[in-house]
């Protein structure tokens, strides 16, 4: 993908741009808000990620003049932590996603995953979701792995329901929580840990191989390949 | 004497004295024309009637003659044929009706006389009395207003400086006050409900209240002093193992770092920046900015969502939540901090109870609770827990902000919190319950 990333402090940009480059991405990285107007609006852009302060003009005004134009590539904005208001003001001014300062590198990479892809996935209004033998009725709320339904309640199906959504992507706590709870703090109890164990509980200890596998110092992520090919023990 | 001058009760008794002998003197002017022309009204009755009574034929000339020897009272008389009787010279009849006059000018002694002039029998008819005794009457009068005037100015300005002082030695004790808690003394009070007063003035009102916010400063100031005093106990801990571990790789950087201790690298940070997020989301809360973005929130609907996120966490660990959440329950508020608030409360009754304990969650009518059957905290430790930093224990993970947090999230939305032994308390375990009483809201507004 290719990502234009806002960022004038000289340490983070150069480590936000080499940490989406070893994604893949093509990464161009602007350090001031009236640079990164004028090239988000003469390039193509999947992905903007831009910060709220910045020399010459802020991130919040570039959004809202992009998007003014019609410009409506998925913007992520990085914010200071003080900023209690930012990500309210971040939405209303057009951005699909934000992070607080300081982040995890993976954490990054996730979300902007999440949006590059977020556009098609959205388009197409299934009623049912698949993943490898497993097959998810939006419209009955039923669950079934290989012939078997699956006794979930609620929640664990609203958490399955996002992890179909977000097939080989990695989903991070936080992102559960926004999406699963739409609650926006960072718990000290591993809350979100223990209903993905749960849910994994229910739908992958019973059978051979784990559709949702643990992804080191970032989240979780649902790999429907893994399910054919993996002999990756199940985890508990 | 400047510092006299700039005594506010001395400058205020100086103008009013000043305003005093401005009106006084109109006064005493306007009193002295009044009485005098009074006075010359009376004279000029009393000649007209002498002159009514002389004006009959020939009795004018007859009184001329005879009021010759009369001190206080003249009587001339200017015949037809231009012959003048009485002491007056000729140019007293050259003009007819009542005029005030010297003596010289008209025959008389040099006094000043009132002079009537009227048409007679045969003649002109001149009437004169001396105005002395109206002019001492005027001089009396004029003598004992000024007298007057002068003992109530000096009554003015001593009592206005005995005022002036009294309020400025009060004044004096306020500013003293506030220079030596400014220098640091922060017990220096005005102690101004000592005064044994009746009727407290607006200066005791003043002392009382510098009183009461130099008790908040010193709150605030002692607060703050915790503060960084704990911050930096806070931060020690973590830096100092962060630091042991980055020398470790530093100095075995030949082996491959174990994952472990990467890991712990980690956590250590998150756990430093996770104090320094917390503390700088209070500041930012403490500033009621927020408070723009307020709409109706359902309470219930919230607390139901929270207690579906954390009941795994909570029987998970052999804890029991029982909940109890009648809604709607809608209050003004922000969705994100009212989250926070109870989750926050979730985690602290997670922390501080031991396996198997039960925790409780209540939900009703504006107000929510949160519970447990633990070990409860002692009454005069409660206020304090909602400190920044403030623990009943020493162990634990957590940032010793949590529940500040709770309180400044409440504060944000007027919340009243109140502690309290647990709803089953016994000895030894008397558990802790945590009540959040918000403003009541609309019932009528769901969200």
Not at chain 1, 50 to 62: A, C, I, K, N, Y
Not at chain 1, 130 to 151: F, K, M, N, Y
Not at chain 2, 217 to 234: F, G, I, K, P, T
Not at chain 2, 329 to 351: F, H, P
Request: net charge negative; proline share 4%.
């Amino acid at each position: 993908m290719k990502v234009l990333v806002l960022e004038d402090d000289p340490e983070l940009g150069p480590w936000v741009q080499s940490g989406l480059r070893q994604q893949g991405h093509v990464v161009d990285l602007v350090t001031d808000g009236r640079e990164a107007l004028v090239t988000a609006t003469t390039q193509t852009y999947d992905v903007l990620i831009l910060d709220r302060m910045t020399p010459s003009l802020d991130g919040l005004s570039v959004l809202k003049s992009l998007r003014a134009a019609k410009i409506m590539a998925p913007a992520l904005f990085l914010t200071a932590i003080s900023g209690v208001d930012d990500r309210v003001e971040g939405l209303e001014a057009g951005a699909d996603d934000y992070l607080t300062k300081p982040f995890a590198m993976s954490e990054l990479t996730a979300r902007v995953a999440a949006l590059g892809r977020r556009a098609p996935q959205t388009a197409g209004e299934d009623t049912v979701l698949r993943a490898a033998d497993l097959e998810l009725d939006l419209v009955r709320r039923t669950a079934i792995r290989q012939g078997q339904v699956l006794d979930l309640n609620p929640k664990e199906f609203v958490l399955l329901e996002v992890f179909l959504r977000n097939q080989r992507r990695v989903l991070t706590r936080t992102m559960l929580l926004e999406r699963v709870w739409d609650l926006h703090f960072d718990p000290m109890t591993s809350v979100v840990e223990t209903h993905v164990s749960r849910l994994r509980a229910k739908i992958d200890k019973p059978f051979a191989t784990p559709l949702i596998r643990t992804v080191r110092g970032a989240g979780y992520m649902l790999d429907p390949d893994a399910a054919s090919n993996s002999t990756d023990a199940p985890r508990p | 004497m400047t510092r006299l001058l700039r005594m506010s009760a001395l400058r205020q008794s100086l103008l009013l004295a000043l305003a005093f002998v401005v009106m006084t003197a109109i006064a005493g002017y306007l009193a002295v024309s009044l009485i005098s022309d009074a006075l010359i009204d009376n004279i000029d009755d009393q000649l007209l009637g002498t002159a009514q009574a002389l004006a009959a034929p020939s009795a004018a000339e007859n009184a001329a003659r005879r009021a010759h020897d009369d001190q206080d009272q003249a009587i001339g008389f200017l015949s037809a044929d231009g012959e003048v009787y009485g002491r007056f010279s000729r140019a007293a009849f050259t003009e007819l009706g009542e005029r005030s006059v010297i003596g010289d000018d008209v025959g008389l002694e040099d006094d000043t006389w009132r002079l009537l002039v009227v048409e007679a029998d045969g003649g002109r008819l001149a009437i004169a009395t001396e105005l002395e005794p109206i002019s001492e009457t005027i001089r009396i009068v004029t003598s004992t207003l000024g007298t007057v005037l002068a003992v109530t100015l000096i009554a003015c300005l001593a009592i206005g400086l005995a005022i002036g002082l009294r309020a400025q030695a009060r004044l004096h004790r306020m500013l003293a006050t506030l220079d030596r808690f400014a220098t640091g003394d922060l017990t220096a009070r005005t102690n101004a409900e000592n005064r044994k007063v009746r009727r407290p003035d607006d200066l005791d009102h003043a002392a009382q209240r510098i009183d009461e916010t130099l008790d908040r400063l010193q709150a605030l100031v002692e607060q703050m002093r915790d503060l960084s005093a704990n911050l930096a106990h806070e931060l020690k801990t973590p830096l100092a193992r962060l630091r042991v571990s980055v020398e470790a790789l530093a100095t075995n950087n030949a082996a491959l770092p174990q994952p472990g201790a990467i890991d712990g690298l980690l956590h250590e940070t998150d756990r430093v920046i996770r104090i320094f997020d917390a503390l700088l989301r209070i500041a930012q809360l403490d500033t009621g900015a927020r408070r723009d973005r307020f709409v109706d929130t359902d309470l219930a609907a919230l607390a139901t969502e929270l207690a579906s996120l954390y009941r795994p966490v909570i029987e998970g660990s052999g804890r029991t939540l029982e909940t109890s959440i009648e809604g709607p329950a809608i209050v003004r508020g922000d969705r994100d901090l009212l989250s926070q608030l109870i989750a926050n409360l979730l985690e602290n009754a997670i922390a501080h109870t031991p396996d198997g304990a039960t925790i409780g969650l209540e939900v009703s009518s504006d107000t929510l609770t949160v519970w447990d059957n633990g070990p409860g905290i002692p009454a005069e430790q409660r206020e304090r827990v909602l400190e920044p930093f403030y623990r009943t224990d020493t162990a634990g993970e957590g940032s010793g902000l949590g529940l500040a947090m709770v309180r400044a999230i409440a504060d944000l939305h007027g919340a009243r919190i109140a502690l309290a032994d647990g709803p089953s308390a016994s000895p030894g375990r008397a558990g802790l319950s945590i009540t959040v009483a918000f403003p009541a809201g609309d019932p009528a507004k769901a969200r």
